[in-house]
């Protein structure tokens, strides 16, 4: 207990609650905040152990609103593109990784706080294409549910039926690259003594984001999540050069 960083449990935990509101999932979150406390690919290897939880229990508690037909069109081109991108980041450098990762969460963020009411065409192949992309980046940079909650958007689905589908797809994205990353030996013993406590807070932290979604308006929160979004980014390119 006493080797435990209680602060990055806290900070994963708000990273849960933020993520199930925001719709973008907890890694957009979590992943930068790991990088604050271990390296890189020890991060990569707790987000896939951490979403298993929080996913199983989004599952659970949205679980009326599952769309199968977009399940299937996002979530096989998603499982796939996962695999690939966990076997590639073996071969990246860890700080060109960072640097992907904190751009793309600063012009992720910044085009959709200036385009708010931009959206992709509701049809197949945007489908099959976000989910691919959300597949590799997920696989690569440990983050996908960005990508995926753009193509979702085009859907116009109901908040619930949002979020049990996204859920059911990131559960089968992060259970295809737990594979991949324990194969390529991201998932650390020393780390190992985190993840009861994150299979706890990602059941928690997803209780209480559903319990604060019923009070706050959707568009709301989606700026301020989106500031966030944009504000980890920043940090995260800045903490390269320090």
Avoid: C
Wanted: hydrophobic share 55%.
């Amino acid at each position: 207990m006493k080797d435990l960083n209680f602060i990055f449990l806290l900070l994963a935990l708000l990273a849960e609650i933020i993520g199930t509101i925001g719709g973008f999932g907890s890694s957009v979150f979590f992943v930068p905040i790991g990088n604050f406390y271990f390296d890189y690919h020890s991060v990569l290897g707790l987000t896939a152990l951490f979403h298993l939880s929080s996913n199983v229990s989004k599952i659970f508690l949205f679980r009326k609103g599952l769309d199968k037909k977009l399940l299937l069109n996002i979530g096989i081109p998603s499982v796939i593109f996962v695999i690939a991108g966990g076997l590639l980041s073996k071969y990246v450098a860890s700080t060109y990784l960072q640097v992907i990762l904190g751009i793309f969460l600063v012009a992720f963020s910044l085009f959709f706080l200036i385009r708010r009411n931009f959206a992709l065409a509701a049809n197949k192949k945007n489908a099959l294409i976000g989910g691919s992309f959300s597949g590799l980046s997920a696989g690569l940079l440990g983050t996908g549910g960005a990508i995926r909650g753009l193509t979702m958007a085009a859907f116009n689905l109901e908040k619930s039926v949002f979020i049990a589908t996204s859920a059911f797809i990131d559960f089968m994205i992060d259970f295809s690259r737990t594979f991949v990353y324990w194969g390529n030996g991201y998932i650390h013993q020393h780390d190992l003594k985190y993840v009861p406590f994150l299979f706890i807070i990602g059941v928690a932290g997803s209780y209480i984001g559903k319990r604060i979604l019923h009070h706050i308006p959707q568009n709301k929160f989606r700026i301020l999540s989106l500031s966030f979004v944009l504000l980890i980014g920043v940090i995260t390119l800045i903490q390269l050069y320090f």
